[in-house]
């Protein structure tokens, strides 16, 4: 019979530590695509509001990024915070 995997005491922490490390990683991806240069002027055929809206359209495209897989910091950085807090 096929035994399931023997979860660690810090197993429920697990989400948090994933979801946590999306954010981290979504914000990264975010600067360096206002670094890049997405967001400046007439990107977006400029109009009143574009300077005030252009961050929102950033963070979101950056969090969808980070969850269709990112650059792959979100998964380095989850792995060193569950080793963290598995020896704990």
């Not at 007439?42 to 990024?65: H, N, P, W, Y």
């Not at 650059?71 to 020896?87: M, Q």
Request: hydrophobic share 45%.
């Amino acid at each position: 019979m096929i035994q399931p995997p023997a979860l660690s005491p810090q197993a429920p922490h697990t989400p948090a530590l994933r979801q946590a490390a999306q954010k981290l990683e979504a914000g990264f991806i975010g600067e360096m695509l206002k670094h890049a240069g997405l967001g400046t002027r007439d990107a977006f055929g400029g109009g009143t509001g574009e300077a005030q809206f252009v961050s929102f359209l950033r963070a979101e495209q950056a969090k969808a990024i980070a969850l269709a897989g990112g650059i792959g910091l979100a998964e380095t950085l989850f792995e060193a915070l569950k080793e963290r807090a598995d020896a704990r």
